[in-house]
């Protein structure tokens, strides 16, 4: 689909909701989202460019929910929306972009080995969709993960510490499992992870070593 293609159905379904004007582009987001400028008769959005292999029918099922959610309804994202964009076909035509957008240095192999360990002490079960690599994006945080395109970023003076390398990895790991519905639920997401986290031996102690580092999980 191109940027054609899209302005053309977001002047359809906008007309549908009183929108005189509407337009539309596909943006080069790192993460995968939608943004809006509007008046009450105009509007514009920039759409993520990770949709543009999507099915037409996904990408008109999303924007008809997000009109409704601008008129202010409480509404769902459609079941197909969410399938699509928690497949393995989304993360082949998208996760090599993601990759290269978060500037991303991948594994030297220290971060397989950790999520090796931890599968092997039973405390993680194996997710091979799961891809890992070293960050150096601004913030205090160990880490960072991606439930939609299944990645594991660790600062890299983390892995220099390998009690601490399992820590951050086991944290980020369960949470990249997760499928988006399991993380849409933000109340379930904070107890998912916290219960996790729970179950991890000395993870108070640990994270006591990760703040003397000056970083959190």
């Known amino acids: 689909m191109d940027n054609a293609q899209l302005t053309a159905m977001v002047q359809r379904i906008g007309q549908n909701h009183n929108f005189k004007d509407a337009s ?12 809006w400028r509007r008046s009450y008769q105009w509007i514009e959005l920039e ?17 008809e929910c997000i009109f409704s959610k ?10 197909d929306v969410v ?17 290269q957008r978060c500037r991303c240095i991948m594994d030297d192999g220290r971060l397989q080995a950790s999520y090796d360990r931890l599968v092997e002490k039973g405390l993680l079960k194996r997710d ?9 994006a601004p913030g205090a945080t160990a880490g960072s993960s991606s439930i939609l395109m299944k990645t594991v970023f660790i600062r890299e003076k983390v892995a220099e510490d390998p009690e601490l ?9 369960t949470h990249a499992s997760l499928s988006y ?22 993870h108070e102690e640990l994270q006591d070593r990760l703040i003397d580092m000056g970083l959190r999980l």
């Open 24 to 35: 539309a582009t596909f943006e080069e987001f790192r993460d995968f989202k939608v943004k």
């Open 47 to 63: 759409v993520s460019d990770y949709l543009q292999q999507a099915p037409e029918s996904v990408v008109e099922h999303l924007l």
């Open 70 to 79: 601008i008129r202010g309804d409480d509404v769902d994202y459609p079941d």
């Open 83 to 99: 399938d699509y964009i928690d497949s393995d076909e989304f993360r082949a035509a998208n996760r090599i972009t993601y990759l």
């Open 128 to 136: 091979d969709r799961l891809v890992f690599g070293y960050t150096a």
């Open 165 to 173: 390398l399992d820590l951050v990895v086991y944290y980020h790991s």
């Open 181 to 202: 519905r399991e993380a849409a639920d933000k109340t379930n997401l904070k107890v998912t992870c916290a219960l996790a986290l729970s179950q991890y031996p000395d």
